[in-house]
Each structure stands twice: as structure tokens, then as C-alpha cells.
């Protein structure tokens, strides 16, 4: 137990040290001064014996009177009675305190000192308290006790401030809960705010990414027979930077790929980038067949690789090649339909987006990012084109154009009724799945660029607007003279007729200019030109070949005197072997004019849908009256004897049409040799199918090919499309009525 304070105990509520709340009874008999009267004085004891009274009293009397000197308790006292009363309240403790006292100095305020702990009290009940020490010299005399200055008392000094845990606890909590709080919030911002900032920003390096090619659209025929279609191949590549021995790694390719081991050594050189850095690709060869391809791959050599490719393959070779076209290595429509089309055609690559792992697992992640957008492949084309016919046609052609040297030939063959293109051949020709070899006037399509001056094929427009207008009748005759002079200029007949008159037949069955020139007269010039507008002439068909010409009519303000007996014959007329067809087939439709076209319908490459093309410009030019005399009038030519068209005529059928002779324009400017043309229909009583055949050559042979190739091509139509034999023969024409 620690010692007892010697700070005298203060009251807790008046802060003044404790002593009785009365003077105690008895006193001591040495001094006089009152003494402890009771237990409640003994606890009031303090460690000097003596009672907070004694103290009291000491502090009012302040010095002894007698001797003037401040008392002390030593002197005042000569012993403890309360001892054994104290020892009673420490529980048996006290004997522990028994022992010399040495006593202090009062301090002025009368503030008592601690003395060191009494000896402890013994067990024997009867053992006396020993009398207190005194020291030698015997008794000091007691100074005069006076009162003593009354001093304010002073505040009482405050207990130090502990640390308050609760507090602390407070504060801790807040400040761990302040930080949750926050962490949550920059959870939320993290997980809904900044979500695909975050995502995206380490997910490049995870994320595939695979080209979905989608094929082009495929060119077939009416019937769906294929004239140009892709098929799936390989190209192969090289890594210059990775091949390791260029000469060993081309001769290993060159009998695979087909190319000079040369050529494939050059390739795979190294070659600087304009930014900086080595090419690392280089095309060795595009459309590789896939079991090629294969056998590349299984070489396995350094800095060699496949990728997937689309090759355009062409069946028929050269099978309406100037008019299907042809397609880059990159799947670009260059020329012909192909080019015209490419928007069409042309599909939209698709592409997948997924995160993959690394190395050896490379792979799609489950549950990671994946996106897919499909590829859109691209619409086909249906042309109006018969593969078949087609095929005979150019055989006919090619081998009638055989006969002459130099020579550029076209033909055409047209559906009356719906304008639509049966054939369209054009000489030369090519072969469209490779067409590097040919020079680029052999891809031209004739038909549509070939210009020129039509010559007697467009005197059945004469005719035809001569009739419509009332000028002539069927049944018209006319003296007609062995020349005509228009201006400067002199036409002749080829066919005198000495002046003699002639029917309308007789006239378009020996191609007179001199009648032809009179009719066109009392035409006169304006509705002449108005009636070549109607045939569809001077503007492009809008047939569907890209790059068709337009032709050229003679404006009015133009004409010169001699362009009234050179426009009627049709000279100083520029025209197209398709525009001149789509002439005789209004004809050949009862004197309605219908758009020529080559695209039947289109098929979507998304669901299948056929999408029909546009109605064909349609417009009335002739009667239906004034169609069939004209269709009777150029049947003459193929039937009277002696006419120009006798070769064109098809065993068992009835054939109206007209031969031609002209001049082939480039830029403008007449070209040397002739225009040899021949233009008819067939069955001549009910029209189905106009061939048009125009040749030119060098020598002037062209006359002499194109009826005999027109009688091959229609005859093939007719019996190709199983049209009946006419039902009759054809009238007895009169050329020289009496």
C-alpha cells in the first residue's frame, strides 16, 4: 500500500481541507489545546497528531504570545491517545507507521508536511504508544502565537486533462468510415461513369480482329447460266524481312504459282517504306487455286504465307467478254457491265472483333468481347442475254469477219415486243478471264461505240415518216431519174432506173437514192429530223453499257443544200448499230418504239429478292397501219430479184429488211473502206426477233459479209426460240408498174 499523502485532504465541495465540523471535546493536558473528542476527530487525524483544529487553531492564533516564536507540534505535544483509534481504521496498518517522527516546518499558511512512514503496530493490545522523540537541549519556547494573515484562498488547482478514449474511438470510426465512403464512391464512378474509358483501354492489345470477305455478285444469263461469277482462292505473300534465301524459296514456288523464279525473286527483295522502316508485304500471286495453296503451306518456308482470296472466273471465256467486262485483283469492276455495275455488285466485307489470349492461347475468351458484323454479299445481274444465242452469234460473226483483214464487226439481236437484248456480239473480242494479253479497242463493245454512217439502212426512216405524214402512200409511184443534184452534189443510183417510174417496193428493194431524195423532199427537212428523234436516234438507248455513244443528227441550222440529198440516204447522220436495230424493231412492233435494254432483273445478295429492272422507255412513232406497209414495202428486199438483200433471206421464212453502205467516223472524220449493213425481221407477217449485222473493213468486203451473217444468225434465232414457219410466201412485187 503506498504511503499516505501528507497533503491534508480537501473537501469536494468546498475544496478546503477536511477537520471536524466541531471542536472536538479534551484536550491536551500539556498545552491546553483541545483535544480529539470522538472517532470522527480521529479520522481528522493527520500523519504529524494532530487534528485539523489544531491546525486551525494554530493558523488563527499565529504566533505564541508569550514568547512571540510559531508553534510547532512537537512542542505542543507529547503524545498520540488516537493511535490505537487509527490503527483501527487502516485495518491493522499502522504498527507499519511506528517510528521516529521528525517533524517540519509549518509553512506559513500552516500547510502540514509528510513525515516518513510509522513503525507498524504491534499485536499486543496492552503495548503502549512510545512517547514521541524530543530533542536535546530540552523544550523550545513557544513563540507568541498571533493571528495569521488572512490570504485569499486560492482556486484549486485542476487535474490534469487525460486522454478521453471515447473520443478517440469517435474520431477513428469517422475517419475509417470517411474513407469507405469514398472508396464507394470512386467505385460507382469507376464501374457506371468511367466504365468504357477504362474497358477500352487495355482491351486493344487483347482484341482479334478477322476481315469477313464478302463475294461479288455474280452476271448470269436469262436463264441463270453463269457468265461471271467468284469463286474462293488463295493469294500468297511474302515477308521480305523474314525470307531467308530468296533464290532457293522462288524456285521452290515457280512451278506452283506459275511464275518465273526471276520475277518471284525480285518480289520478295527488300524494300525501304517512304516513312521509314521495311515493306513487310508483297503480293506473289492473287487467285491461287486452294490446292496450290495447300501445297505452298506445306513447304512451310520463312517469310511465306496464304490468305483468303476471291477469284473471278469467267465460264465462257470469251462469251459476251465485251459486255461482261472484267474485274481488278482487288475485285474493282473495270470494264464492260462489270464497271458499270460495280455498286451493285460489289459486296460489303464484314468483320469480327474478339479479345483472344496470347501465345498458345490464342483463342476467343469465353465471356469476353465479341462482336460480329456479317458481311453483305453483293446483288447479281440478270441479263436479257441468251447464253446460247449469244454463243452462236459470235461464232457467226467471228467466222464471217474471218474473210476479212483488220476488220471491226458487231451484231445484235433484239425481242421485238419487249425491247429486251436476245445476243450482242462484237469482233474482235477477248478473253475476259485474262485480259492482259488484249489491246483495249478488242474490249470495245461494237455495238454501242461503233459509229457510223448507217448509209441505206436508214432510208426505211425516211419511208416511215414519208408514210406517217401522208406524203406517200403503199401504192405511191414515182419517175425517178438516174441522178440527183442537191447542191454541189450528185447523187446516183446505183440501180438506174432511166427514169421509168418505180413503186415504193421496187425502190427500197434496189436501194434508190434519187426516189428516196424526192420523198424526203416533199417530207421536208423538219419533220425528217423530228421523225429520226422518234426512231430513237441522236441520244444514247440507255441500253446499259457504260460509255454508249450518242450519235449525231445533222442540226437544221446546219443543213446545207447538199445535206437535203446526203441526211434522207443516211449520210451525214452518225448512228450506232444498237440505235439502228431499236429503229427496225419499232417497225417490227407495229410502230411502237421500245427501249433496247440488257438488265432483266436484279438479286439481292442479302435474301435472294429479284428486284425487276425499270420498264423500258416505250413511245408511239408510226400507225400500226402505216407499220405493216412499211414491213411489206422492205420485205421486197429480200424477195424481188436482183435486190440487194436476196442473200439475207431464211429458207421458210417471211424477211423484211434493208441493206446498207457507209462510212466508219472516228472522232468525226471518215475512216478509209466501207460500212457494210444489213438490218431485217422476221416472221415478216408477225415480227418476234430484228438482227442487225454492221461490218467494216479496209477493202470495202463488208457488203458481201453482213447479209450472208444475218441469214445464219436469224435463222438460228427462229429455231431456237421454235418460232413456226411462216404460213405463206411473200406478195409478188411490182417494181416497174406499166
Do not use: C
Request: charged share 25%.
Amino acid at each position: 500500500m503506498p504511503p499516505r499523502s501528507d497533503e491534508p485532504r480537501r473537501d469536494p465541495t468546498t475544496g478546503s481541507r477536511r477537520g471536524p465540523s466541531r471542536a472536538g471535546r479534551g484536550g491536551d493536558p500539556r498545552t491546553g489545546e483541545p483535544g480529539i473528542g470522538g472517532i470522527s476527530d480521529a479520522r481528522a487525524y493527520t500523519p504529524r497528531g494532530r487534528t485539523i483544529r489544531e491546525s486551525g487553531e494554530e493558523r488563527a492564533g499565529g504566533r505564541d504570545e508569550r514568547s512571540g516564536q510559531r508553534r510547532t507540534p512537537r512542542a505542543s505535544r507529547s503524545g498520540d491517545p488516537f493511535r490505537p483509534a487509527l490503527q483501527v481504521l487502516d485495518g491493522g496498518r499502522a504498527g507499519a507507521r511506528a517510528g521516529r517522527r521528525e517533524a517540519a516546518p509549518v509553512a506559513r499558511a500552516g500547510v502540514i508536511r509528510t513525515v516518513p512512514a510509522r513503525p507498524a503496530w504491534t499485536d499486543d493490545d496492552d503495548e503502549e504508544l512510545a512517547p514521541p522523540r524530543r530533542r536535546a537541549g530540552g523544550r523550545t519556547p513557544r513563540r507568541p502565537e498571533r493571528p495569521a494573515a488572512r490570504r485569499p484562498a486560492r482556486k484549486p488547482r485542476r487535474p490534469p486533462k487525460l486522454a478521453e478514449p471515447r473520443r478517440r474511438l469517435r474520431l477513428g470510426t469517422m475517419l475509417v468510415l470517411a474513407l469507405f465512403v469514398t472508396i464507394g464512391i470512386r467505385l460507382v464512378f469507376l464501374q457506371a461513369v468511367d466504365t468504357p474509358a477504362y474497358a477500352g483501354g487495355g482491351i486493344d492489345s487483347r482484341l482479334t480482329r478477322v476481315d469477313l470477305p464478302a463475294p461479288r455478285g455474280a452476271i448470269v444469263d436469262r436463264t441463270g447460266a453463269p457468265l461471271a461469277r467468284s469463286v474462293e482462292a488463295r493469294y500468297v505473300f511474302a515477308d521480305p524481312t523474314e525470307v531467308k534465301d530468296r533464290a532457293t524459296t522462288a524456285r521452290l514456288l515457280s512451278p506452283l504459282l506459275g511464275v518465273p523464279a526471276s520475277e518471284l525473286a525480285e518480289k520478295m527483295k527488300r524494300r525501304g517504306l517512304p516513312g521509314g522502316g521495311e515493306s513487310q508485304f508483297q503480293y506473289l500471286a492473287r487467285g491461287v487455286d486452294i490446292p496450290k495453296a495447300k501445297q505452298i503451306e506445306a513447304l512451310d518456308l520463312a517469310g511465306i504465307g496464304t490468305h483468303r482470296d476471291e477469284r473471278r472466273e469467267v465460264p465462257g471465256g470469251d462469251l459476251a467478254a465485251n459486255l461482261v467486262g472484267f474485274v481488278s485483283q482487288d475485285m474493282n469492276g473495270l470494264e464492260g457491265l462489270e464497271a458499270r455495275y460495280d455498286d451493285v455488285l460489289q459486296g460489303k466485307d464484314g468483320r469480327r472483333v474478339y479479345e483472344a489470349g496470347q501465345g498458345d492461347l490464342d483463342a476467343p475468351i469465353p465471356g469476353g468481347y465479341s462482336q460480329t458484323t456479317p458481311a453483305k454479299p453483293g446483288s447479281s445481274l440478270v441479263l436479257t442475254i441468251d447464253r446460247d444465242l449469244q454463243y452462236q452469234v459470235q461464232q457467226v460473226l467471228g467466222r464471217q469477219m474471218a474473210q476479212t483483214r483488220g476488220s471491226v464487226g458487231a451484231a445484235v439481236v433484239l425481242d421485238v415486243a419487249t425491247g429486251e437484248v436476245l445476243a450482242q456480239a462484237s469482233h474482235p473480242s477477248y478473253n475476259a478471264a485474262n485480259p492482259e494479253p488484249s489491246r483495249p479497242t478488242d474490249r470495245e463493245d461494237a455495238a454501242t461505240s461503233f459509229v457510223v454512217e448507217p448509209g441505206s439502212v436508214h432510208k426505211a426512216i425516211t419511208f416511215g415518216a414519208a408514210l406517217q405524214e401522208g406524203v406517200i402512200t403503199p401504192d405511191t409511184t414515182l419517175p425517178v431519174p438516174n441522178t440527183i443534184t442537191k447542191g454541189d452534189t450528185t447523187f446516183p443510183d446505183t440501180h438506174p432506173a432511166n427514169g421509168r417510174r418505180m413503186t415504193l417496193p421496187g425502190m427500197m428493194a434496189f436501194s434508190s437514192n434519187v426516189g428516196t431524195i424526192q420523198i424526203a423532199d416533199e417530207l421536208g427537212r423538219d419533220r425528217l429530223i423530228d421523225y429520226q428523234k422518234r426512231f430513237g436516234l441522236g441520244q444514247p438507248t440507255g441500253e446499259g453499257m457504260p460509255g454508249e455513244a450518242s450519235g449525231r443528227l445533222l442540226p437544221a441550222d446546219e443543213w446545207s443544200d447538199s445535206s437535203h440529198g446526203s441526211v434522207p440516204i443516211g449520210h451525214s447522220v452518225d448512228a450506232t448499230p444498237l440505235q439502228m436495230a431499236a429503229a427496225y424493231a419499232t417497225i417490227a412492233n407495229n410502230g411502237t418504239y421500245v427501249q433496247p435494254h440488257l438488265i432483266k432483273e436484279v438479286i439481292s445478295g442479302a435474301d435472294g429478292k429479284r428486284t425487276p429492272a425499270g420498264p423500258p422507255v416505250t413511245r408511239p412513232v408510226l400507225s400500226p397501219a402505216n407499220a405493216t406497209a412499211l414491213r411489206t414495202i422492205l420485205e421486197a428486199v429480200t424477195t424481188v430479184d436482183g435486190a440487194t438483200g436476196v442473200a439475207a433471206a431464211v429458207p421458210g421464212y417471211r424477211v423484211a429488211g434493208k441493206t446498207g453502205t457507209g462510212w466508219r467516223l472516228v472522232d468525226g472524220e471518215k475512216q478509209p473502206g466501207e460500212v457494210g449493213s444489213f438490218i431485217g425481221m422476221a416472221p415478216a407477217e408477225k415480227p418476234r426477233y430484228v438482227v442487225a449485222v454492221f461490218v467494216w473493213s479496209p477493202g470495202g468486203e463488208g457488203g458481201t459479209v453482213a447479209a450472208p451473217a444475218f441469214r445464219e444468225m436469224m435463222g438460228f434465232t427462229l429455231r431456237h426460240y421454235r418460232v413456226p414457219p411462216s404460213g405463206g410466201k411473200a406478195p409478188k412485187f411490182e417494181v416497174f408498174p406499166q
